[in-house]
């Protein structure tokens, strides 16, 4: 392939190869060259080579640092970890304590009793449970994290570079706010919310869709030596200080891996987005306050006490969502290192996704608060903004994760036909075979395959439903309502684009709605095939942000 690209092709491989890499020029050409300028084969071939585990470790060494994390959970009179210990651990590894997982391990470490690890077991089990091929598995215990808000603004906590630049980024919204022109402060703030909006959303998206996938983040500070103290000292060591000081005593940066003190310069970067993010949007909504002028006392009224609510409902479900999660969760950890499985309960029980979806009803209390249209549509832009990094970013790693774990989940939808024992080896015998062979447009595909079991003959078939009857009153409730709409002529008076926009919303809520239960259904779940079947796989995988919960269908 190489002989058949000019030399300007060759040379843009060359550029978008050193660029996405920060490899040398002459890295790249080898390395393309090495590979017929393929550059997707040429560049995980590059990030590979830097990922080749080094020589093995000695294994003094390995049995040094569990030796120090089987201390810091030991007794102080005892040479065993027992229930205060065990229960410690569970919560730092976010393992419920009664977890089937902590049985298995348990099983491993040869613990003599419940609750009760011995030092043998413990270094002994955990050796045996490494892969011997595997020295990038490091074990260490996780320090403490101090939320965002207390690091940032209280003074007896050290500043690092990036929290001054944090609160200056912040400082100059509220300075620009108080200067500028109201007219003038609207449009820059929008401007300037749909800015870090999409540094949030699509910036941090990429950048953690790379991690995810092939731990780019981790490769760029290894390979550019930001964390390396023989080839970038000066780096590293203003790294470690903006850390160090914003962690607690327990945190030891040169003990801790590459990956978590790469995560923690990340969370930093984080920070600033976020803020900045929710104070560009808050200075936008009070650059847009406005009274109306057409609405009742009594309305006004309602406005601000719902509106209160929301905002009240909205911190509160961010601070409960915090709490389960905790930073780890908060701030993307899983894509740095693992920690153990995350245990989604309170306020996640109460709505998928919480973060982002019931956890933005505050962008739509301050809405109702300032009055103001632009306010409100900026919220749904945003809303939105937050569902694709959902769906684009947040469902594909969780889905990732559950088949690296567990092996690939199918929907009912994609479930192989089902097996049953029927005198008929059809189900709907009336319908013709020409219609059975008709295209899925119609129907749904009846595959028979007949097999000898235990001297049996089973039947393999799929519900072949109606599907033209469940149209007919939702088509005649469409055309009642188009011929009963009238187009108004003024979008400015009373109600008429409030009534718009919330009615366009619960159709767009509607179709998605539809379009993911039937994705998960199929045909057989969406016209009751269950009804009429009870032989068939109904265990459903219903995720919620790397949650693994079973929701179960009977019919």
């Not at 569970?90 to 304590?97: E, I, R």
């Not at 820059?188 to 780019?216: C, D, E, H, M, P």
């Not at 987005?273 to 109306?292: E, H, K, Q």
């Not at 469409?478 to 002529?489: D, H, I, K, N, R």
């Amino acid at each position: 392939m190489a002989s058949k690209l000019n030399k300007s092709a060759r040379t843009a491989l060359e550029r978008e190869f050193t660029g996405v890499t920060g490899a040398t020029l002459k890295e790249a050409q080898t390395t393309l060259n090495k590979h017929n300028y393929k550059l997707d084969a040429a560049l995980d071939a590059y990030f590979n080579d830097l990922d080749d585990p080094p020589a093995a470790a000695p294994a003094a060494a390995n049995r040094s640092k569990l030796t120090q994390l089987f201390d810091s959970y030991k007794e102080s009179d005892v040479d065993s970890i027992l229930v205060d210990g065990t229960l410690r651990l569970c919560q730092d590894l976010s393992v419920d304590p009664e977890d089937v997982v902590l049985l298995a391990v348990a099983f491993e470490l040869k613990c003599p009793a419940v609750a009760e690890f011995s030092r043998e077991g413990w270094l002994t089990g955990w050796t045996n449970l490494r892969s011997p091929t595997d020295t990038t598995s490091i074990v260490f215990p996780v320090p403490t994290t101090h939320d965002v808000l207390t690091a940032l603004f209280h003074p007896s906590y050290p500043k690092s570079h990036l929290d001054i630049l944090n609160l200056a980024l912040l400082g100059a919204q509220l300075v620009a706010f108080w200067f500028l022109p109201r007219a003038t402060a609207r449009t820059a703030f929008l401007l300037y919310f749909a800015f870090w909006r999409l540094a949030y959303n699509l910036g941090l998206g990429i950048v953690l869709t790379k991690q995810s996938k092939r731990r780019w983040m981790v490769k760029q500070v290894r390979q550019r030596g930001w964390l390396d103290p023989s080839r970038r000292p000066a780096v590293r060591n203003w790294i470690r200080k903006q850390l160090q000081g914003k962690m607690g005593a327990d945190y030891k940066f040169d003990d801790l891996p590459l990956e978590y003190n790469t995560w923690l310069l990340f969370r930093q970067l984080v920070d600033i987005i976020l803020l900045n993010d929710f104070l560009a949007y808050c200075m936008f909504a009070f650059a847009s306050f406005r009274v109306p002028t057409d609405l009742h006392s009594f309305v006004h009224a309602l406005r601000w006490i719902g509106g209160i609510f929301l905002i009240v409902f909205n911190l509160w479900v961010k601070t409960e969502a915090h709490h389960v999660v905790k930073d780890y969760g908060w701030y993307w950890g899983d894509v740095f290192f693992e920690r153990g499985a995350l245990i989604f309960d309170g306020v996640f029980e109460m709505a998928p996704h919480p973060m982002y979806s019931v956890g933005y009803a505050g962008y739509y209390g301050l809405s109702m608060i300032v009055g103001s249209y632009p306010v409100l549509f900026a919220s749904l832009a945003a809303h939105a903004a937050q569902f694709a990094f959902l769906n684009f970013f947040e469902n594909p790693r969780a889905l990732t994760d559950i088949a690296r774990t567990y092996g690939q989940r199918k929907p009912l939808s994609a479930r192989t036909p089902i097996q049953e024992k029927l005198q008929s080896p059809v189900v709907g015998t009336d319908v013709p075979p020409h219609r059975r062979a008709e295209s899925e447009s119609d129907t749904a595909t009846a595959v028979v395959s007949e097999s000898e079991a235990d001297g049996a003959s089973d039947s393999e078939c799929t519900f072949i439903p109606d599907r033209e009857r469940p149209r007919s009153p939702k088509l005649s409730f469409f055309g009642m309502a188009w011929q009963s709409y009238v187009l108004t002529p003024d979008w400015t008076a009373g109600d008429q684009l409030l009534r718009h926009t919330l009615g366009m919303i619960m159709i767009f809520l509607h179709i998605w709605t539809a379009i993911e239960c039937y994705s998960v259904l199929g045909l057989f779940g969406w016209f009751f095939g269950d009804f009429f079947i009870d032989d068939f796989p109904t265990t459903l995988e219903y995720t919620l942000s790397g949650d693994r919960r079973m929701l179960q269908v009977n019919g």
